[in-house]
């Protein structure tokens, strides 16, 4: 494939065999139970894969192409589990990202190293009952106080929110400002006022941790509001989001790998009219077709992967990588499910996970609108 070196063939082969051993015997068994493993995800740290986008001296991996080695993170577990995946995708970027780039010392002892090896589990939430794409509207509110700030608000969508020992939490200074007035808190789970709403029940990524999470006066220390002095720390959640874009089409294509792969092995095996329905040019058309999407939903992903590997701006890329990946990938689950005929609809075949699964890349990190609505800007209209 492409853009691949030795580092990262040999980060896939050691992790797909991890996913083959660990995580796919269990992936329909975490759907159904829609628990987050945090056994398993204790596997992932001590293996050192939450590492993987930082340096050494951080105390990450180390590696020459951390964006390129992450997305094969997210792919190669989405292939067994999008639910699983979006917990450690969340840990590995957005939540531990903040921490790193604007935690203090404190914070990166307290945090962000614990967080690395897998002992605690981060959340970021800007996500509002009222306020999604519109995120400069929210209305959490940061008010100043003797030696910190004071969180009230609520948020909603927040992946890994019920299980998280920190979150990063989007909150504003004064909602005049609109996103001038965002900043970024970490809240310790322990905090007093800080509570869980309730776990959200969902169609898709059922063993993805989902919550509602309310803020009552919680208080956080200046330190932990993570702008280091830079004034308006919006731009920091914004860039945060923006690499995130990149994963989450890589949780797409993982996916969507998934239900190629069961497509063909199905149209091998089953037998209609005296042949495998794969004989039948309907049935071979619609399989290569899935392979035209995936492919081209991979190529270019890893080339927005790669230009961040490169420090190149990826405004642009990441937001198409989104679009491309998690559209043309929910069209490979629709088109495996379709290849099973009436088996498809049924639960003892995998096939109609990978659809409700491929609804959340279209969906989490900013619907398909918004992600058009950034393009438009990128390209001056
Ligand atoms: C499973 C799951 C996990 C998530 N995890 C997190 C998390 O960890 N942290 C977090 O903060 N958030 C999280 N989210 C929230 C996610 O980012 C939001 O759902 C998303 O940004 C959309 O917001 P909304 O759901 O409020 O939709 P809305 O903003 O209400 O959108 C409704 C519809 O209107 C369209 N729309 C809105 N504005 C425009 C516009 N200007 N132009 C054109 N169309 C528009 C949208 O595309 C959509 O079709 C998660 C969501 C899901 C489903």
Redesign the pocket.
């Known amino acids: 494939m492409i853009y691949e070196t030795e580092e990262t063939r040999e980060y896939r082969h050691h992790l797909s065999r991890w996913v083959d051993e660990r995580l796919k015997p269990r992936a329909e068994e975490l759907d159904n139970s829609g628990e987050f493993s945090i056994e398993l995800f204790r596997e992932i740290g001590e293996l050192g894969y939450l590492g993987t986008m930082y340096s050494e001296e951080a105390g990450g991996s180390g590696l020459k192409k951390p964006y390129t080695c992450f997305t094969i993170l997210c792919e190669e577990l989405a292939r067994a589990s999008v639910g699983f995946a979006?917990g450690v995708c969340?840990q590995g970027s957005?939540s531990t990202h903040t921490l790193h780039a604007w935690g203090d010392e404190e914070v990166k002892t307290n945090f962000f190293l614990p967080a690395l090896k897998g002992e605690k589990i981060g959340?970021?939430?800007?996500?509002e009952p009222n306020?999604?794409?519109?995120?400069a509207s929210l209305k959490t509110k940061a008010q100043k106080t003797e030696g910190g700030w004071l969180l009230n608000g609520t948020?909603?969508?927040?992946?890994?929110?019920t299980v998280a020992d920190f979150l990063t939490v989007?909150a504003t200074t004064d909602p005049a400002l609109k996103a001038k007035g965002l900043e970024l808190f970490l809240v310790d789970k322990t905090s007093p006022g800080f509570s869980v709403g309730r776990k959200?029940d969902?169609f898709?990524?059922h063993c993805?941790d989902?919550a509602e999470l309310i803020f009552e006066n919680v208080f956080v220390p200046d330190n932990r509001r993570l702008n280091n002095g830079s004034g308006s720390s919006f731009l920091n959640a914004y860039q945060a989001l923006t690499v995130d874009r990149i994963f989450t089409a890589a949780l797409a294509i993982g996916v969507g790998r998934a239900a190629y792969d069961a497509s063909l092995q199905y149209i091998q095996d089953r037998k209609q009219f005296g042949q495998p329905v794969g004989k039948f040019q309907a049935v071979q058309f619609r399989q290569v077709e899935m392979l035209a999407k995936l492919e081209a939903a991979r190529l270019y992903t890893y080339h927005a992967a790669n230009l961040a590997d490169q420090s190149k701006d990826i405004t642009r890329e990441a937001a198409l990588a989104k679009i491309i990946a998690a559209e043309n990938c929910n069209e490979v689950c629709h088109m495996a499910m379709l290849n099973y005929g009436g088996w498809g609809l049924m639960n003892e075949f995998p096939v109609q996970r990978f659809l409700r699964d491929s609804y959340?890349p279209m969906?989490?990190?900013?619907?398909?609108?918004?992600m058009?609505?950034i393009v438009a800007r990128q390209i001056g209209l």
Do not use: E, P, Q, Y
């Not at 959340?123 to 996500?127: N, P």
């Not at 948020?155 to 929110?161: E, L, S």
């Not at 969906?363 to 918004?370: A, K, M, N, R």
């Open positions: 979006a969340m957005t959340a970021f939430a800007i996500t306020a999604g794409s519109d995120a948020k909603v969508f927040t992946t890994n929110g989007v959200l969902k898709s990524v993805s989902t959340f969906v989490g990190g900013g619907t398909g609108d918004i058009r609505m």
